[in-house]
């Protein structure tokens, strides 16, 4: 009987590494919606180590049956805010760029415009046409730039507690 006991379990080790994977595949992609496969297995490596480059885990997703390019590696860069966005193509886009709300985002007008001709469908509105993963970024940079803004009120809140508390002693 002990034979039969002995195969059961190592097939339940090498379950784990894939359910533990579909875990925190999913938990990725809730959290950034519209990212493929690639960036979302990118954005789990560069978390665990901010320096790591393709070549050192391209394998490891091979083995999940993930494929990566120097594309999903940047666009994880960027969407962790490791990289700058790349800047908009053309004298229009870089203007339209600068307008603004003066908080850092974008004009409403100016969201979503090509650059090339003819990409815009007749009528359709802007939310239409652009991009998921442009979208999504988009929504993780204003998220990020929310919260950064929140920890650093909670900052100034702490350090006028800690001055009070020195200047009662």
């Given amino acids: 009987m002990d034979d039969v006991v002995e ?5 339940q080790t090498a379950q784990q590494p894939t359910d533990e994977w579909a875990r925190i595949f999913e938990g990725l992609r809730q959290r950034f919606p519209g990212a493929s496969e690639g ?7 560069l978390q665990q180590n901010p ?4 070549r050192d885990f391209k394998e490891e997703a091979a083995l999940h049956g993930v494929s990566l ?8 860069r960027v969407m962790l805010g490791l990289e700058p966005p790349p800047p908009p193509r053309g004298k229009k886009a870089a203007a339209e760029a600068e307008e ?4 850092g985002h974008e004009a409403p007008s100016s969201r979503a415009r ?3 001709p003819g ?13 998921p993963a442009i979208a999504a970024l988009r929504r993780f940079q204003r998220e990020q730039t929310e919260e950064v803004e929140r920890l650093r009120q909670s ?8 001055d009070e508390a020195l200047a009662d002693d």
């Fill in 39 to 45: 960036v979302l297995f990118c954005i789990h490596k």
């Fill in 114 to 116: 090509s650059t090339r």
């Fill in 155 to 162: 900052i100034r809140e702490a350090l006028a507690v800690i």
């Fill in 100 to 103: 603004g709300d003066g908080d």
């Fill in 7 to 11: 195969p059961a379990q190592p097939e």
């Fill in 119 to 131: 990409r815009r469908a007749a009528g359709a509105g802007e939310d239409e046409e652009e991009n």
């Fill in 51 to 54: 320096d790591v480059k393709l």
């Fill in 69 to 76: 390019s120097g594309r999903s590696h940047y666009s994880a």
